[in-house]
Every structure is written in structure tokens, then in C-alpha cells.
């Protein structure tokens, strides 16, 4: 396996590193891109989703982080900023710590997450980026030197994520351990009690805290979680349905076909047929 991508090439590379005006097709259609984690900073730059606050200036740098095998694709045509694309290969499997901390950062607000930087940020991450991009563009790069510099950018990017949720108040940071526990529980532990437990909480606290701060209960926010799994694995995994509702912790299908229903109001196959449809016509757009 490489680490740098040709232009028709992802399934070989490990990186993959592109200003957004120069990011051809031939990366947006290839279908090897759902095995990486991608990161799109945009610079000076419109958000690519609502926002649920018009009290500042919404253009400025955001980072969008998008985990594989996501659901929805964001627009980026003729934005500007930059690309960059990873396997999990990139990071080392005895560094668990840290793959955790991937994990979550691209997976906390469900199918892509995102971060304004202030201009503290965004100057940090660019010094990195910089080395970055240089290291790869060398026609013989070293992959040691390449991974050594995406840990520290991804190092920041995790510093940022933390002090966005945990900068505010006491109630944030209970938002962001729920949320940090709910990514390596949701599939075996469906109960808020647990949750609650945990955190040293009532259930009625934690669900008023997370009623307040996300407008939802805890027992939406895990059945959100699992829908979200669940729509990934129906579009891009080759299981079936059946195979699915085991993989996610249901007893047959029928009860996974009506859990999905009902938060979804469609069925998993007619989810399946209109997900195929819009990716054969929409393939690069969020919905």
C-alpha cells in the first residue's frame, strides 16, 4: 500500500491531500473514498450546513469532519480551502487512546461533525498543515514523517473539539461525557439509567441537561445512534438486513424493521432504494 493517492488510484494510498479548487472528479466518484476519514476546512468560507444561531458572522474557516462510510456527502464545489484524507492504516492500532479520540471527533454530531476555528486556531492548524502538505508532495516521502505530522494536526483538531464542548459550562462537558461514553456502549447498553449512572447523575438530571443543551432526550439521542449505524451499514456494507439487525443487537428483523420505521418513517429497504437513487444522482451533495 502506498501513502500517496494518484489521481484514480484511493484504493492504494493512505493519504490523500487536495486544495478544494483542485480536487478532481475522479476522487469525488471513486469509490474507494468511503474507507477514509475526511477532513474539509473551509477558509473564509460560508458553512456548508444551517446553523441554528445567527448571532455572528458566519463566514469564516469551519472544519468539517466526515468518518467513513458516511451516509451524506457535502457540496465543496468551487469552495475554498483544503482536503485531507486518511485510512485508518495511518494510525497506530496500540494507540488506543488516541484512536478513540479519532473516533469520537468524527462521530460525535452523527454524520459529520463540525468546528468553527477562531483565528488562534486556524493559525496552529496551518503551521502543521503546511509541513504536511510539503511532506507529501516530496516524491519520496517518508510515511514515518507523514504520520508523525497528521497525529499532531489531529492532536489539535481533538484540542479544539474539547474546548468547544467543554469551554462553556459545567452542563456542556455532561453533554460531551455522555456523548463520549454513548460512542463505545450504544449497541450493547440502550438504557439512560446506565448512562446516568456513569456520570454520577440522576436519569432525570442527565435528560433535562441533554433536553437543554440538544433538545433531546438521552433515549433519542441512542436511538438517533443506532439509526445513524444503521443507515451506514444498509448503504455501504454487502450485509443484509437481517445481517444488520444482529450486527446492531435486535432479536429478528421484523423488530429492527419496525424500530427503523418508526424513527425514520420508512422501512429499511425503502430507505435502501431511495439512498441507492440519490447516490447515483447526487453523489456529492449533503441532504
Known amino acids: 500500500m502506498t501513502p500517496i493517492a494518484q489521481e484514480t488510484r484511493l ?3 493512505m493519504i ?5 479548487n483542485n480536487c478532481p472528479p475522479s476522487y469525488l466518484n471513486d469509490p474507494g473514498r468511503k474507507d477514509f476519514f475526511e477532513i474539509v476546512w473551509l477558509k473564509n468560507e ?45 494510525i497506530d492500532d496500540e494507540d488506543k487512546e488516541f484512536l478513540l479520540d479519532i473516533f469520537k471527533i468524527f462521530n460525535v454530531q452523527g454524520e459529520f461533525s463540525c468546528l468553527r476555528l477562531d483565528r488562534e486556531a486556524a493559525d496552529g492548524l496551518s503551521g502543521v498543515y503546511n509541513l504536511l502538505t510539503e511532506e507529501y ?9 507523514l504520520k508523525a505530522l497528521l497525529r499532531v494536526f489531529l492532536l489539535k483538531l481533538i484540542k479544539v473539539k474539547e474546548q468547544e464542548f467543554t469551554g462553556h459550562d459545567i452542563h456542556q462537558k455532561r453533554v460531551y461525557e455522555f456523548l463520549m461514553l454513548l460512542e463505545s456502549n450504544y449497541i450493547e447498553v440502550r438504557n439512560i439509567d446506565f448512562y446516568a449512572g456513569k456520570l454520577g447523575v ?5 435528560n433535562q441537561i441533554l433536553k437543554d443543551k440538544l433538545n433531546k432526550t438521552g433515549t433519542q439521542i441512542i436511538h438517533d445512534r443506532i439509526i445513524l449505524e444503521a443507515k451506514r451499514l444498509i448503504i ?4 443484509t438486513i437481517k445481517e444488520i ?34 447516490l447515483k444522482s447526487k453523489f456529492n451533495t449533503l441532504v
Open 236 to 239: 455501504h456494507s454487502e450485509q
Open 11 to 13: 484504493e492504494s494510498a
Open 202 to 206: 440522576s436519569s432525570k438530571r442527565l
Open 16 to 20: 490523500y491531500i487536495r486544495n478544494l
Open 137 to 145: 508532495q516530496k516524491p519520496n516521502t517518508e510515511l514515518v514523517i
Open 46 to 90: 460560508d458553512p456548508l450546513h444551517a446553523l441554528n444561531t445567527a448571532d455572528f458572522d458566519v463566514k469564516g474557516d469551519w472544519i468539517y469532519l466526515i468518518p467513513p462510510y458516511r451516509v451524506h456527502q457535502l457540496n465543496k464545489a468551487g469552495k475554498n480551502g483544503e482536503l485531507l484524507s486518511f485510512k485508518r492504516e495511518l
Open 245 to 278: 439487525s444482529f450486527e446492531l443487537g435486535f432479536s429478528d428483523r421484523p423488530y429492527f424493521s419496525r424500530f427503523f420505521k418508526k424513527q425514520t418513517g420508512q422501512t429499511p429497504d425503502e430507505f435502501q432504494k431511495q439512498a441507492q437513487n440519490h
